[in-house]
């Protein structure tokens, strides 16, 4: 037991080594990847000022003219067109209006492209791309060097890992979270009877069951939100990754080594059924999290904000407003966002709460099939009143009624062979 409690410490050094490692890698390798994009703007500039470019770009210019003048007589004739009421008038001419603003922008940009195109000189251009080519040769030594001690921190993490599994053979290291009879009370009411179960890694949990029988108190109590509420108290035991007792924040190896909520949070995410950013920039929203885990370098920020977009499948859309106010998209697009916060932090797992119940079943079926491409990364557990949905996406569901787990299995043998009388009538719809 001792070394076991030497492994948690060397391992916390390492972890918090390699965490400074890679933000000193991702730090340069942004400042790569800016210059490599720099250096694609100018061989665009270039092609467009060349003789082709420029009977390419006169010829797109034409075209959105004529696109322009028609919807031009399209907005002449609707003034003077005869509608059912004034209202439906102005709407339909701030409709075309619209319309028109976003043609003449079109017409704009082109002009700009063309005016650019024509100072190009080719002597300059190519000028500049030696240079920035220079400068990346010349820091590719440097993130070669970030790299290797990158790689050097991983496998010291892994040896120790390694380690540890020789002194505990019988953890199983495909489990993520494992609850052992948890029992959950608000003040002398009891809410969750002994549940018992284990999460494996990379897959889509499901909780389904009728209101009120427990499944948001349970997924509030695997990262302990529930505690905001006075009269809550649980009893037994949610281990993370086998080591840390989330309900203690202790290490059940080492007691002296102790996880805190905020280091928790970070680690067990979490996303709402009603989409809730920030009143903040679309940008500020998704590196909230990261900023108050010490993170301040702008590059590694800017960098860890485009990825975690990329990773709810968002940041196409939002790429050029990210100082917009969050509160301005849609409803979809919202918990889209919420997504890429909670998984700016890079946690284990991602809890979810009704994440598309309030939504329209485009933007739900939108974020179905983002929760199983996340599965890639994270473990989701999310609660759901929709079966369809649980049968769509889930590997494994387990059953909630009045407290209680009454079954807990993967999804298909669940809903086609289920073992118990009570899931199969709630599947049949004879309660709920």
């Known amino acids: ?72 007589i399209k907005l002449d004739k609707m003034k003077n067109k005869t509608f059912n009421s004034l209202e439906l008038k102005k709407s339909n001419i701030k409709a075309q209006t619209y319309k028109m603003h976003n043609e003449k922008t079109k017409l704009k940009h082109l002009e700009k492209k063309i005016a650019k195109a024509n100072k190009v000189s080719e002597k300059e251009i190519k000028e500049s791309i030696n240079k920035l080519q220079a400068k990346i040769a010349a820091m590719q030594d440097e993130l070669n060097l970030k790299k290797e001690k990158v790689l050097k921190y991983r496998k010291r993490y892994k040896n120790l890992r390694k380690e540890w599994k020789k002194i505990f053979p019988e953890i199983d290291d495909s489990i993520i979270l494992s609850v052992k009879n948890l029992n959950v009370f608000y003040g002398s009411k009891q809410s969750l009877f002994n549940i ?125 407003n990210l100082g917009d106010i969050a509160t301005g998209l849609s409803g979809g697009q919202q918990q889209r966002l919420c997504i890429a916060r909670a998984i700016a932090n890079s946690p284990k797992i991602l809890l979810m709460d009704e994440p598309t119940s309030a939504l329209d079943p485009i933007a739900a079926s939108k ?32 059953f909630f009624y009045q407290g209680e787990l009454i079954e807990y299995g993967t999804t298909k043998k669940l809903f086609t062979r289920p073992k118990e009388k009570r899931t199969d009538d709630y599947i049949r719809g004879k309660f709920g």
């Not at 759901?384 to 996406?393: D, L, N, P």
């Open 196 to 320: 018992s179960m284990d999460f494996p890694k990379n897959q889509v949990i499901a909780i389904i069951g009728p209101s009120g029988c427990g499944k948001s108190t349970f997924l509030k109590t695997l990262n302990r939100i529930n505690e905001e509420i006075p009269s809550f108290k649980a009893k037994g035991k949610i281990l993370l990754s086998n080591e840390i007792n989330i309900l203690t924040g202790k290490n059940i190896y080492d007691e002296s080594s102790k996880m805190t909520l905020p280091e928790l949070r970070t680690k067990i995410g979490m996303v709402f059924q009603q989409p809730n950013p920030f009143p903040m920039s679309i940008f500020k929203n998704v590196a909230y999290g990261p900023r108050i885990n010490g993170i301040k370098n702008k590059s590694v920020l800017k960098e860890i904000v485009t990825e975690s977009l990329k990773k709810a499948a968002i940041y196409e859309q939002v790429k050029d």
């Open 367 to 398: 974020v179905e099939d983002l929760i199983l491409q996340l599965k890639k990364d994270y473990t989701i557990i999310m609660v759901t009143h929709s079966m369809q949905q649980a049968a769509r996406i889930s590997d494994r569901t387990a």
């Open 1 to 72: 037991m001792e070394r076991a409690k030497e492994l948690i410490k060397e391992r916390q050094i390492i972890e918090e080594k390699l965490t400074n490692a890679e933000i000193a890698y991702n730090k340069v390798n942004y400042i790569k990847k800016n210059i490599n994009s720099e250096i694609k703007s100018l061989e665009k500039t270039y092609n467009g000022g060349t003789k082709e470019g420029l009977l390419l770009l006169d010829e797109k210019l034409n075209k959105q003219k004529s696109v322009l003048s028609k919807e031009q």
